[in-house]
T-cell receptor, first 115, second 116 residues
Framework: QKEVEQNSGPLSVPEGAIASLNCTYSDRGSQSFFWYRQYSGKSPELIMFIYSNGDKEDGRFTAQLNKASQYVSLLIRDSQPSDSATYLCAVTALYSGAGSYQLTFGKGTKLSVIP | ETGVTQSPTHLIKTRGQQVTLRCSSQSGHNTVSWYQQALGQGPQFIFQYYREEENGRGNFPPRFSGLQFPNYSSELNVNALELDDSALYLC???????????????FGPGTRLTVL
């Protein structure tokens, strides 16, 4: 069973602070790593993807990947109230018998940014 | 807006009935994946279609079936509905350059299914 673990939260940060979201995964063969944001009642929206070890920055968002530790994180700088949402970590894992990689999601971390 | 559309938006069915959900992919995308998201949970992979062929299936019973059409739109069919099938059903399309499922997936708005 491929697993992706996230702290369910809620994680509360004051406006302007850095929010740090963490994710671990069980399949060492995982190739691609994604962060999605999901507002209540809406569908997941892609924030970032990362394939290689290290950091990847996009505006206020930084994704960090450590394959040796099987750990992915997302940092949100200068957090805004509009960042309040559930953040889903997703990892591609090989589905045995299917011969293809499929996306496995964590349960998500709920982030609240307090004005 | 991802360019992925789903219909209907909401649906109410009773236990034992059958339902068909529809998805239109983003232009140029040949791969469609379907997910079930129960309240408070992450999306769970149901199956994926690549160029009209099933390309992988998650841990869902055979009463969950699908189709992909030549224009890459897709259907999810669920037979003999159970109360636990109540969820948000999400369709995601991807470019499918590898055919191996590693490409970035873009989600449609979802269909909220309620089974009474």
């Amino acid at each position: 069973q491929k697993e992706v673990e996230q702290n369910s939260g809620p994680l509360s940060v004051p406006e302007g602070a850095i929010a740090s979201l963490n994710c671990t995964y069980s399949d060492r063969g995982s190739q691609s790593f994604f962060w999605y944001r999901q507002y209540s009642g809406k569908s997941p929206e892609l924030i970032m993807f990362i394939y290689s070890n290290g950091d990847k920055e996009d505006g206020r968002f930084t994704a960090q990947l450590n394959k040796a530790s099987q750990y992915v994180s997302l940092l949100i700088r200068d957090s805004q109230p509009s960042d309040s949402a559930t953040y889903l970590c997703a990892v591609t894992a090989l589905y045995s018998g299917a011969g293809s990689y499929q996306l496995t999601f964590g349960k998500g971390t709920k982030l609240s940014v307090i004005p | 807006e991802t360019g992925v559309t789903q219909s209907p938006t909401h649906l109410i069915k009773t236990r034992g009935q059958q339902v068909t959900l529809r998805c239109s992919s983003q232009s140029g995308h040949n791969t469609v994946s379907w997910y079930q998201q129960a309240l408070g949970q992450g999306p769970q992979f149901i199956f994926q279609y690549y160029r009209e062929e099933e390309n992988g299936r998650g841990n869902f019973p055979p009463r969950f079936s699908g189709l992909q059409f030549p224009n890459y739109s897709s259907e999810l069919n669920v037979n003999a509905l159970e109360l636990d099938d109540s969820a948000l059903y999400l369709c995601a399309s991807s470019l499918g350059t590898s055919g191996r499922g590693t490409d970035t997936q873009y989600f449609g708005p979802g269909t909220r299914l309620t089974v009474l």
